[in-house]
């Protein structure tokens, strides 16, 4: 089986090179007769059904979705085995392979008068451009393997519509408004702020201290006041034993002392 699908893949690449190497003279005739292979009654053409209808877009990083339509007319029947595709210049008159797409295998057998449609599915990331993209088809019969031709045309590359809550675009929407708003922060700061009067700082005036006369006047708060010099003080936040003077204490006396009287 290993080997079989080796074979395969073989004459698939020398077969379909032999094809796609081929510029058709008319791109009018391209697109409307599918392409047939002369040795077998086998007809495939490629349609798209989100194509639009100014021309078949591929738009960068979406799938874009064919649909191979085979009739076989053969009295044996037949087998889809791979379909595959490139994208080449525009310019007919020498045509130059841009890049190669995905190749799918089916292995989809189809019955004498049987109509199958395969779908085919291939993605881009190109700069936009116009290009012509050519589908073909591997089909076997009786181990002999055949390249038809499904689509010859041209195409365009395109990017995605960008929407405003895509959140790449939000980041960069909210990372060009903080550097405006600091790059403007900087020159207002460097060149305007400078040119404008500055303002002067408003100095708190002290009440002036009254003096307070010894004995005249008490503190508002409550308790006497106690003068000492030219302070007054309140008595409540002096401790009492501070406030209270020691009593002198009494001495006895015996009698009055006894002078030493020199000797005569």
């Not at 007809?43 to 591929?58: C, D, M, W």
Request: aromatic letters at 10%; hydrophobic letters at 40%; charged letters at 20%.
């Amino acid at each position: 089986m290993v080997r079989f699908l080796d074979l395969a893949l073989l004459l698939f690449g020398s077969q379909a090179a032999g094809v796609f190497s081929q510029a058709p003279d008319s791109v009018d005739e391209e697109v409307e007769d599918p392409s047939t292979s002369p040795s077998l009654a086998v007809t495939v053409e490629a349609s798209f059904p989100n194509a639009e209808i100014f021309g078949i877009k591929l738009v960068n990083g979406k799938p874009t979705e064919a649909v191979l339509s085979f009739m076989n007319e053969e009295p044996d029947p037949v087998t889809i085995q791979f379909v595959g595709g490139s994208l080449w210049t525009p310019d007919l008159a020498n045509p130059r392979i841009v890049r190669n797409l995905t190749t799918a295998q089916y292995a989809v057998e189809i019955t004498p008068g049987e109509k199958q449609s395969l779908p085919y599915t291939f993605q881009t990331n190109m700069h936009p451009q116009d290009l012509r993209l050519n589908l073909a088809a591997v089909v076997s019969s009786h181990n002999t393997f055949y390249t038809l031709q499904a689509f010859n045309g041209t195409v365009s590359v395109v990017e995605q519509d960008a929407s405003i809550f895509d959140p790449q675009i939000l980041f960069l929407y909210c990372f060009l408004l903080a550097c405006a708003v600091g790059v403007g922060y900087f020159f207002y700061t460097i060149w305007i702020v400078p040119y404008f009067p500055q303002k002067r700082k408003q100095t708190t005036k002290k009440a002036p201290i009254k003096k307070i006369e010894v004995g005249s006047v008490q503190s508002d708060n409550e308790g006497p006041a106690i003068s000492t010099g030219a302070k007054t003080y309140n008595e409540e936040w002096i401790p009492t034993h501070h406030i209270q003077r020691p009593e002198a204490r009494r001495v006895k006396s015996g009698g009055r002392p006894k002078s030493r009287g020199k000797p005569e």
